[in-house]
């Protein structure tokens, strides 16, 4: 028999496979939760590759743009603490009522493989899968997990997601990079993607080697040009994008470990308190 789930829930540690929540539940009704997904190194939020403040920062932007009350920042530390010894990336939910609900899991078993040999990516061109709120994590994920499911289905590891415009803006799991002419280049925010904590980490750190990356938007000229091309998550870090499907074509892509390097480097550098 499979041991029981530990998660923490509304201040509590419970062992169970079950979770009880309210019928009229929000978040269960209309996806009403703001949450972030972290992994934890050396089973310590003090890590500074965890980045935990810029997690929790970024979450509580969130509640204060949707006017909801924050909850006890302490106590969700302290759940995050208790189950950090034992799973290596934490999902920290809040909801509209400032109670915290945070799971654990264990690292994908391919994570190695992919992060060495590349995975292919199709591209979600539809409006099925757009993300509402793009700014912000919230439980509304569906166009997310709508579009991941169609890729694995086309036998691919990701989705690419696009707006109106034809304009490539994140996967389904992670913001994208590319490297053309020289340079790195990132989708803007203003085209509608979330502002990813790696994403943030990889930005100040390439700055501080005074590499300034272009975020100007990935329209078809731009995607053309491109030579080498990743996705970036906290959990997955850095992952190199070999083969893009769209449509009934296909690009590959050379998964250079050497550009891997430096956006690994420009993260791991960034200081903890940023």
């Known amino acids: 028999m499979s041991a029981l789930s530990r998660y923490w829930y509304d201040g509590q540690l419970i062992v169970s496979d079950l979770l009880a929540l309210s019928p009229q539940e929000p978040g269960l009704l209309f996806g009403a939760t703001v949450f972030t997904t972290l992994r934890v190194y050396e089973q310590t939020l003090d890590h500074p590759w965890t980045a935990w403040a810029a997690h929790i920062q970024r979450t509580a932007r969130s509640l204060q743009a949707f006017h909801w009350p924050e909850p006890d920042w302490s106590r969700v530390r302290q759940g995050a603490e208790q189950l950090a010894s034992q799973y290596p990336v934490l999902r920290v939910t809040i909801f509209p009522d400032g109670r915290e609900l945070i799971l654990g899991r264990s690292l994908p078993p391919d994570l190695i493989s992919r992060q060495t040999a590349g995975i292919t990516a199709w591209v979600a061109d539809g409006a099925d899968y757009d993300r509402p709120l793009p700014n912000h994590k919230t439980g509304n994920y569906l166009g997310?997990?709508?579009?991941?499911?169609?890729?694995?289905?086309?036998?691919?590891?990701?989705?690419?997601?696009?707006?109106?415009?034809?304009?490539?803006?994140?996967?389904?799991?992670?913001?994208?990079?590319?490297?053309?002419?020289?340079?790195?280049?990132?989708?803007?925010?203003?085209?509608?993607?979330?502002?990813?904590?790696?994403?943030?980490?990889?930005?100040?750190?390439?700055?501080?080697?005074?590499?300034?990356?272009?975020?100007?938007?990935?329209?078809?000229?731009?995607?053309?040009?491109?030579?080498?091309?990743?996705?970036?998550?906290?959990?997955?870090?850095?992952?190199?994008?070999?083969?893009?499907?769209?449509?009934?074509?296909?690009?590959?892509?050379?998964?250079?470990?050497?550009?891997?390097?430096?956006?690994?480097k420009a993260w791991q550098m960034v200081p903890p308190e940023i």
Request: charged share 15%; aromatic share 8%; net charge negative.
């Open 144 to 264: 997310c997990w709508l579009s991941l499911q169609t890729a694995q289905r086309h036998q691919a590891q990701e989705a690419i997601l696009v707006n109106d415009q034809g304009h490539w803006l994140e996967t389904s799991t992670g913001n994208l990079w590319g490297w053309a002419e020289g340079e790195w280049y990132t989708p803007p925010l203003a085209d509608g993607i979330l502002p990813g904590v790696m994403r943030s980490r990889i930005l100040q750190g390439l700055q501080a080697h005074h590499q300034t990356p272009h975020m100007t938007p990935w329209d078809g000229d731009r995607i053309a040009r491109l030579a080498y091309l990743v996705y970036t998550n906290s959990v997955m870090e850095v992952i190199p994008i070999r083969t893009v499907l769209q449509g009934t074509a296909s690009v590959n892509y050379n998964p250079d470990q050497g550009k891997i390097q430096q956006l690994t």
